[in-house]
Nanobody, 124 residues
Framework: QVQLVESGGGLVQAGGSLRLSCAASGRTFVRSAMGWFRQAPGKEREFVAYITWGGGGTYYADSVKGRFTISRDAAKNTVYLQMHSLKPEDTAGYYC?????????????????WGQGTQVTVSS
């Protein structure tokens, strides 16, 4: 069994920063990429960013480009999402995910394992 556990969410004022972490544990598996998604109440889960596990290549949604940075620490089996200049519209549950595939990393269907989520609330 693979477990992904997110942490670091919370309440922050607009313009503030947060850093989310996602630690993987359990059964060893070969991952191709890890991603962050978010979901606000009544909305579909949307892509935020991914990082390829081997090469460290990154890709971001336009809505967070220049404000969020995804990174990984392979030794710690952990992926991070550093968020700056937060806006009220960034308020959502944030979920990390791990993929064993080599396609569709911007879509939820491209991932095999999911964390339980951590809430980020940005006040105006």
């Amino acid at each position: 069994q693979v477990q992904l556990v997110e942490s670091g969410g919370g309440l922050v004022q607009a313009g503030g920063s947060l850093r989310l972490s996602c630690a993987a544990s359990g059964r060893t598996f070969v991952r191709s990429a890890m991603g962050w998604f978010r979901q606000a109440p009544g909305k579909e889960r949307e892509f935020v960013a991914y990082i390829t596990w081997g090469g460290g290549g990154t890709y971001y949604a336009d809505s967070v480009k220049g404000r969020f940075t995804i990174s990984r620490d392979a030794a710690k089996n952990t992926v991070y999402l550093q968020m700056h200049s937060l806006k009220p519209e960034d308020t959502a549950g944030y979920y990390c995910a791990a993929s064993t595939r080599y396609t569709a990393w911007t879509k939820p269907t491209g991932y095999d394992y999911w964390g339980q989520g951590t809430q980020v609330t940005v006040s105006s």
